[in-house]
């Protein structure tokens, strides 16, 4: 087990590695740079700026010392903002944790009691009506789901500010805008799992030997259906992390996306680069996290030979 | 075709042609998939249409602004540059617009007479004044409120509880005088910048903005047809790019095994880890962005699955007795692949395909919602969202996210119906239930 994950903690170094490295020289590669934009610098100040970032020295170079940093931990300056990246990235994760946690929660929580419900309740209108829902969740894109949830509850009803994030009541909005996708999917998996599991010989032995019906579903069938849902969390909250950009947009949060297409825009090197790398960082870490989950659930699978 | 040769092949053929035809009835009987698949051929005409409709229907070009007509609700009317339609001169001659009759029609005679042409319109009950009463009846909306009261009031100057043209005539002006000055130009021959009798077409015919118009006073029904274009051809697109890859990734790792195998599915493998939107992003900020750019970046991050599922069905086809029999015939490998091996796994690609499509549409317009995917003067839905989405639009002015919004999710959702439909017609096995 402490070999798999060492095994597995290595393969994300490796990952990441190769992240940073393919962004940073594709962000180099690009035309224009930080300085050449808005109003001409004063050539002396240019140069000063230059030295002081290092863009005057060879691209190999300034990578050697982008990634010196890097292992001393140091995310560097942003370079249009004075201000070193790490502070910028600690101030708006939480932002993007709190809508993108909130979201996955909400999809687990509400995709498997739906696709539960479906599932357990076949080819009845509970089953159609939870599948009509998961269709149409997977087909409203966030960008759209998120405005029409505005029109209706805060510039209609009022319940929310529609004027961008000031407390936590205005995370609701965008963490569900967020969240219908996977919970649609989530929905979508249960059901098909549970329809897969109810039907094994363990489920059959489980009532004959008259283990209650409560039980048979919760501890012995969801386990099974639920392993689906277990292994598309991984790609799911890669989704969200990027999901989120689109979101924080659309409800004016203060987030990790939002400093993301900015900072891309502006061709501001290391901010771009120190929110990749947060958000790989972070995906490397859930991936790894799934991967566990799924030993607890299905003793089938053993990561120890 | 032989049928009564159970030994060639093309008695396979005959056999996979009922299975077809199978499939077919069963998709039939899916009305979700069916009425998908309707709602998609329609988009697509649409789609293939545009010029005409534009030119014929709409009248309004994509991308002819009316500085003064910003905003305007669904119903509102304005004078298109381009496909400009006369109104009959026996009922608006010469002489009507030509006020002050000194023989020649000036910008300016052209601009209030149109101004009076749509406060007559609006004046549904005749009074000549606008009521409260007008409003409420009028062809079209008015924005924010329907508190039609308050609207009237923002209006009346003078305080009589009614509009007179002078009071209304932000609410009736849509023939500006930059506008204005511009269709005569057009007509002007002489060059004197007004027009003499036998250069007078006639009086420009308003055309109704079916669902409003954007920020730049352009007509957004035109808009959102043109968008349906880009959308729909990425999604076709970056499919096809998709399906290349991946089909060809996914077979041969699958026929060759061993070694190729563990290689290039750990590959895929990596890939799956990596948040490639956000290098999609990358790529798109910072490389000149054009529309092939776009299909290759999404049709290159998006062929994961499909390899997978190809190297799945290769791996259980790949020893069995027909592919055993092209080897002992000495069929190279890859041939055994491309002729034997995919066409055989076709049902599983095509439905896999079809639920691509409004996958690769969704990165579209996630892309261009960001401003990172479609660029001026092109448009897509993704964009048209986009340029409703900052919270002022929005709220006041809704259309303007929900009409392309609606047009993608509900495409979407038809995409969805149908791949679903046919993926239970292709292969009840299939079928979760």
Known sequence: MIQYIALRLGQSIAVLFIIISLSFFVMKAAPGSPLSQDRQLDPDIEQMLMERYRLDQPVIVQYGWYLRGLVRGDLGQSIRQHAPVSEMVAEAIPYSLLIGGQALLFAVLLGTLLGLLAGLKQNTGWDYGAMTFAMIGVSIPNFVLGPILILLFAAGLGWFNSGGYEAWPDSILPSVSLGLFYTAYIARLTRGGMLEVIRQDFIRTARAKGVVERLVVFRHALRGALLPVVSYLGPASASVLTGSVVIEKVFNVPGLGTFFVDAAFNRDYFLVLGVIIVYSALLVVLNLIVDLLYTVLDPRVSYDD | ?433
């Open chain 2, 1 to 433: 075709m032989t049928e009564h040769n159970p030994d060639s092949p093309a008695h396979d053929e005959a056999a996979g042609h009922s299975l077809w035809k199978d499939a077919l009835k069963r998709l039939m009987k899916n009305r979700a998939a069916v009425a998908g698949l309707a709602f998609i051929v329609l988009m697509s005409a649409m789609a293939l249409g545009a010029p005409v409709l534009s030119s014929q229907v709409t009248r309004f070009t994509v991308e002819e602004t009316n500085p003064c007509l910003r905003y305007q609700p669904p119903g509102m009317r304005g004078i298109p540059r381009v496909h400009t339609r006369t109104l009959p001169l026996d009922e608006h001659p010469f002489e009507a617009v030509d006020r002050d009759g000194d023989g020649f029609v000036t910008a300016e005679e052209l601009s209030v007479y149109l101004r009076q042409l749509e406060f007559e319109h609006l004046d549904v009950s005749g009074t000549g004044t606008l009521t409260e009463d007008d409003l409420r009846r009028a062809p079209r909306a008015f924005p924010g409120t329907s508190d039609y009261a308050r609207i009237l009031a923002g209006y009346d100057r003078n305080g009589d509880g009614v509009l007179d043209i002078d009071e209304a005539e932000l609410i009736v002006d849509i023939f500006p005088m930059s506008a204005a000055i511009f269709y005569v130009r057009q007509h002007d021959r002489t060059g004197d910048g007004r027009l003499s009798p036998d250069e007078f077409v006639g009086v420009p015919r308003p055309e109704v903005f079916r669902l409003g118009t954007d920020g730049l006073g352009r007509d957004l029904l035109t808009r959102a047809i043109w968008g349906a274009r880009i959308s729909l051809a990425v999604g076709l697109l970056a499919t096809l790019v998709s399906f290349f890859i991946g089909v060809t990734w996914g077979a041969i790792a699958g026929f060759f095994g061993g070694r190729v195998d563990t290689v290039m599915m750990r590959f895929v493998d990596i890939l799956y880890g990596l948040p490639y939107l956000f290098l999609v992003i990358l790529l798109m900020v910072i490389f000149e962005q054009s529309i092939l750019l776009i299909f290759i970046a999404i049709g290159a991050v998006s062929w994961l699955d499909m390899s997978r599922i190809v190297r799945g069905q290769v791996i259980s086809l790949k020893n069995q007795e027909f592919v055993l029999a092209a080897r002992s015939i000495g069929t190279p490998g890859l041939e055994i692949v491309f002729r034997h091996l995919i066409p055989n796994a076709l049902g599983p690609i095509i439905v896999y395909a079809t639920l691509t499509v409004p996958a690769v549409m969704l990165q579209e317009a996630f892309l261009s919602f960001l401003g990172l995917g479609v660029q001026p003067p092109q448009t897509s839905w993704g964009s048209l969202a986009n340029e409703g989405a900052p919270p002022g639009v929005m709220v006041n002015y809704p259309w303007l996210i929900l009409v392309p919004g609606s047009l993608l999710a509900l495409t979407l959702l038809s995409l969805n119906f149908f791949g679903d439909g046919l993926r239970d017609a292709l292969d009840p096995r299939m079928r979760k239930d």
